[in-house]
């Protein structure tokens, strides 16, 4: 934090006018700000982790045209968000535009939402990094293939718990650190993407023809041929909609970020954009080498029905198999580390307005490293906590556990995208913008991204399989999706709460700075005073 008699730069007195002192180190560039979203969408992560759930709902089609068609919806929706941080460059983010724009009750149901979205994109991402690492553990060493009882389950629980140990303490020892660390990253994920589609393009042992990977059609759902389009295929499309996720960790960091108003919209965006064509790439290699489609559908192959590792095995060299996992395990483990710090900083800034339970804990700030280790530690025990089902085996052997967090993180995430959104499309030209702006096209931008997200988060409520679906004669509580029980009752606990008690002393964000300072003639004013 700055000396008192110091004079404040563009950022600080910015955030001073929105009522903020700076306690939080601002030493990341703007490209640092662009790699923590390019590093937490991470298409080394969700492009390898879900891509059997498009495959099993879908087949080649919900990822050759399903990908970019959704892609360009969450562009849409990521260029709204960057219109909306530039204007308002604070920590809280997402929550915070809500509140500011639609008053304190917006804001608490916004920040809960994208709280409990940020716990379980980093439960899931860690979840999954796990699971590949315990495929190439079992790989490089065979003994690894024994610890535990040899039970796949347990060992990638215990490498789950590992793992988060590992993302929190390096994100309590410092926070240039994690700039430098999610610098490294985007390199990873850029070079070793190109790595991985050169070693298929090259290595494969058969290619499928082009109309297999844009016209094939594949139904492992369970769910009858009937269904296909208007159901089982948009099930598929949560490979792309989880995957391109966790990008407002750009606004997240913007109390971190120099020249925030500009750096963090831009971050959004490209982190959007820029994932979009990489991935499409990416998984446009995997079809063309999956020419073993028996063994890839297999649920027996050793490997799951659909799981891209199948797509592996059958399709690379031992040698070449095992290069590539590696590559993707060490990227989604950068992923899990840049979720965990976007987690923590959205916690800080959502316990420093009050509305957490135990909010001065969580709202610490170390006095040396200026990290809110307490936020640190909170996220990833609760992380462990959600994902504890996912010990349980479902008898069809889809890892309903782990889909149902991914539902989860994508249900919580994107209504809380929804609400700022909207609040901003209803505020129309009262809206005062940074300098990042959409201008008149937020009529048609934020119109669309509110029906996008409207219509997902009805979709990935439903069930998964056919013995998820209540009064089937195979119904099961192992294979129900959980996603709209934990997130049913995150939002019927916010409502009690807020009617009960929270309505009378939440009134959004709370000064932590007597007076803002007079602004720049740069400064972009906003007139509404702060709840």
């Not at 590093?39 to 969700?46: F, K, N, Q, Y």
Request: proline share 6%; aromatic share 14%.
């Amino acid at each position: 934090m700055a000396d008192v008699n110091t004079p404040l730069n563009e950022d600080e007195r910015r955030l001073a006018e929105l009522g903020y002192k700076q306690e939080l180190k601002r030493t990341w560039s703007g490209f640092s700000n662009f790699a923590i979203s390019f590093s937490i969408i991470s298409i080394l992560a969700g492009c390898f982790t879900t891509f059997a759930h498009a495959w099993n709902n879908g087949g080649p089609i919900a990822i050759s045209w399903g990908w970019p068609l959704i892609s360009v919806f969450i562009l849409i929706i990521g260029l709204c968000m960057s219109e909306l941080v530039s204007a308002f460059p604070t920590a809280g983010g997402i929550y915070w535009w809500a509140a500011r724009l639609g008053g304190p009750r917006a804001g608490f149901y916004t920040g809960w939402l994208n709280l409990i979205g940020l716990i379980a994109v980093t439960a899931s991402v860690v979840y999954a990094c796990a699971t590949f690492m315990n495929v190439t553990l079992g790989l490089f060493s065979p003994i690894w293939s024994t610890t535990l009882g040899g039970d796949p389950l347990n060992q990638a629980f215990l490498l789950f718990v590992v793992l988060m140990i590992v993302a929190a303490l390096l994100n309590i020892f410092s926070s240039h650190l994690l700039a430098v660390v999610n610098n490294i990253s985007a390199y990873w994920h850029v070079f070793g993407s190109l790595a991985v589609v050169l070693i298929l393009l090259l290595t494969a042992k058969e290619y499928q023809s082009p109309s297999f990977v844009f016209t094939e059609r594949i139904n492992n759902s369970g769910f009858s041929d009937g269904m296909y389009w208007w159901y089982v295929l948009p099930l598929g499309f949560l490979l792309t909609q989880y995957t391109i996720t966790g990008f407002d960790a750009s606004a997240h960091l913007s109390e971190e970020t120099h020249d925030a108003a500009i750096t963090s919209a831009k971050g959004i965006w490209q982190s959007i954009f820029y994932s979009a064509i990489g991935g499409w790439i990416l998984l446009l290699a995997f079809l063309f080498v999956a020419k073993d489609t028996k063994f890839i559908n297999d649920p027996g192959n050793g490997y799951g029905a659909g799981q891209i590792t199948a797509v592996f095995a059958s399709a690379l060299p031992s040698a070449m198999f095992k290069v590539v996992m590696l590559i993707s395990t060490v990227g989604q483990v950068f992923c899990a580390i840049a979720c965990m710090t976007s987690t923590s900083r959205m916690m800080f800034a959502f316990s420093r307005d009050g509305a957490v339970p135990g909010s001065r804990l969580w709202s610490k700030v170390h006095p040396r490293t200026q990290v809110p280790t307490n936020a640190v530690i909170a996220s990833s025990v609760i992380g462990v906590l959600i994902t504890l089902p996912a010990l349980y085996k479902s008898p069809a052997g889809v890892p309903v556990a782990f889909y149902a967090v991914v539902s989860i993180a994508v249900i919580g995430l994107y209504l809380a995208f929804l609400i700022p959104i909207y609040l901003r499309l209803k505020a129309g030209d009262s809206f005062r913008p940074g300098p990042w702006t959409l201008g008149r096209h937020y009529k048609w931008m934020c119109t669309v991204a509110v029906a996008e997200i409207a219509v997902i988060s009805v979709y990935f409520c439903l069930p998964f399989l056919p013995s998820a679906v209540p009064g089937s004669p195979s119904f099961t509580w192992y294979d129900v999706n959980y996603a709209p029980i934990l997130a049913g009752g995150v939002l019927l606990a916010i409502t009690i709460w807020w009617y009960a008690s929270a309505r009378r002393w939440f009134k959004g964000p709370i000064r932590t700075i007597d007076a803002p300072p007079e602004a720049a003639p740069t400064a972009q004013v906003i007139a509404r005073p702060i709840d």
